[in-house]
């Protein structure tokens, strides 16, 4: 069964960090890749970053690019979301999904979304 458990969200103060993790089940991410997605109120969901399977070659949004870092741990099969420098504006849900192979792939499984607040 495919699972994909989101955690570490939280409130923060502009300018600090969290780190998200995606804890993967069912599957090794050996062959797909993961992308972080996230969910503003009142706005649509976008694509945040996004690391491959293959080579682990990573993908950013312009507007988190030198501030969030995508990683993974195969062993734990876990991948993580490094985010520095917060903004007001990064606030929102914040989901893992799985796509095929590449970060262009089609998304077949979601995380159930962690919650991230920026404020002081």
């Known amino acids: 069964q495919v699972q994909l458990v989101a955690s570490g969200g939280g409130l923060v103060q502009p300018g600090g960090s969290l780190r998200l993790s995606c804890a993967a089940s069912?599957?090794?991410?050996?062959?797909?890749?993961i992308g972080w997605f996230r969910q503003a109120p009142g706005k649509e969901r976008e694509g945040v970053s996004c690391?491959?399977?293959?080579?682990?070659?990573?993908y950013y949004e312009d507007s988190v690019k030198g501030r969030f870092t995508i990683s993974r741990d195969t062993a734990k099969n876990t991948v993580y979301l490094q985010m520095n420098s917060l903004k007001y504006e990064d606030t929102a849900v914040y989901y893992c999904?799985?796509?095929?192979?590449?970060?262009?792939?089609?998304?077949?499984?979601w995380g159930q979304g962690t919650q991230v607040t920026v404020s002081s």
């Open positions: 999904a799985r796509r095929g192979g590449g970060c262009y792939s089609r998304i077949d499984y």
């Open positions: 069912g599957f090794t991410l050996d062959y797909y890749a």
């Open positions: 690391i491959s399977s293959s080579d682990g070659s990573t």
